[in-house]
């Protein structure tokens, strides 16, 4: 019971630490899909939420079922054998797309909060997620079970001193204008589809390596909750800052503002979940690549290393914005034919 109990924890946090990267912990990609609306933004997190519960979970039960090794059997089980090629082929260029806006994170956490040069966060995130994958999946779930339990204590730290605000009641029922208002009734949809496309690369790999369905059942639905509960209360922070849209990584500037004491430990942690993002896909990829050459690991994750390096002299917000909507759209198929795949 105890072993059931610890690996769905385990599996929970992997979850999490895939899905949360630097676009969710910094509250730009919050911002970017639902703060931005007001209070239709929250109507549409807890939908977002019931999708991460119930379909983040299915994928890795039908992982299991099929005995999927990677996310390309995953996507021929969904595809059919003929649409999977150009649909792994769109999900590689998804990956190294959203690896390189981690990356770019993380060098936009040394640069706007710690004053210290990008290339420099840069090059210490690819230092430490080689030594990271070298590893291999201990490593990756070493890092998500240390970070994420954090993660989630100071999220709710924040919502409490959000709620506590005199200024929040009104701040959360607002619905300010928007031009693309129409979005945020897709958001919900595309946001969940994008996530969990990306993530497929490594929940897929974990489901077939743990042998107890229950435990890969425990694990989804609580790796879900999670994820909502984070949602709901990085919004409820994010609700409070004038003119939210400015910011490069809105979570630190609330920090700064209600609880200036523990800041720098919070700059901390949001690195550390865009750190698990960074290994979580570089460790996607890599499984992906073995099925197409025979070079060692080394060879494959430095190459990896160097095509997502050159792609993150873009600006984070910019590739973000760009970007994750873009993905959003084109993974929408792919959440619309695992909701019609039947359960056991």
Request: hydrophobic share 55%; glycine share 8%.
């Amino acid at each position: 019971m105890l072993k059931r109990i610890t690996g769905s924890f385990q599996i929970a946090a992997v979850y999490v630490g895939t899905v949360i990267g630097a676009g969710f912990a910094t509250g730009r990609e919050i911002v970017e899909f639902f703060t931005r609306f007001g209070f239709i933004g929250f109507i549409a997190i807890l939908l977002s939420g019931y999708l991460f519960i119930t379909l983040g979970t299915k994928i890795m039960l039908k992982s299991h079922e099929i005995n999927a090794q990677s996310f390309e059997h995953f996507n021929e089980y969904l595809f059919g054998k003929v649409f999977s090629k150009f649909m792994n082929f769109v999900m590689m260029v998804m990956l190294i797309g959203v690896s390189a806006v981690m990356l770019s994170g993380a060098g936009a956490v040394f640069e706007e909060q710690l004053l210290l040069p990008k290339q420099l966060g840069i090059g210490i995130t690819i230092a430490l997620g080689f030594l990271t994958m070298m590893v291999g999946i201990k490593g990756l779930f070493a890092v998500n079970t240390f970070v994420v339990p954090i993660m989630i204590i100071f999220n709710l730290l924040l919502m409490v001193f959000s709620v506590k605000n005199s200024l929040f009641l009104e701040s959360f029922l607002t619905i300010p204008h928007s031009d693309d208002g129409w979005k945020s009734v897709i958001a919900p949809f595309s946001y969940v589809a994008f996530n969990l496309a990306m993530a497929q690369a490594v929940l897929v790999p974990v489901a077939s390596e743990v042998k107890d369905v229950q435990t890969i059942k425990y694990g989804g639905y609580l790796g879900g909750i999670f994820l909502t509960l984070i949602l709901i209360s990085s919004h409820f922070t994010l609700v409070m800052i004038p003119n939210v849209t400015q910011y490069e990584i809105p979570m630190a500037v609330v920090m700064k503002s209600f609880v200036s004491g523990i800041y720098v430990i919070y700059i901390i942690i949001i690195y550390g979940e865009i750190f698990t993002s960074v290994i979580g896909g570089v460790f996607g990829l890599e499984k992906q690549l073995t099925n197409y050459w025979k070079f060692s690991s080394v060879t494959t994750f430095s190459g990896i290393f160097l095509v997502i390096y050159s792609l993150s002299f873009f600006e984070y917000s910019k590739l973000l914005s760009y970007l994750y909507p873009l993905f959003g759209y084109m993974s929408l198929l792919f959440l619309i034919l695992l909701w019609m795949k039947r359960d056991k």
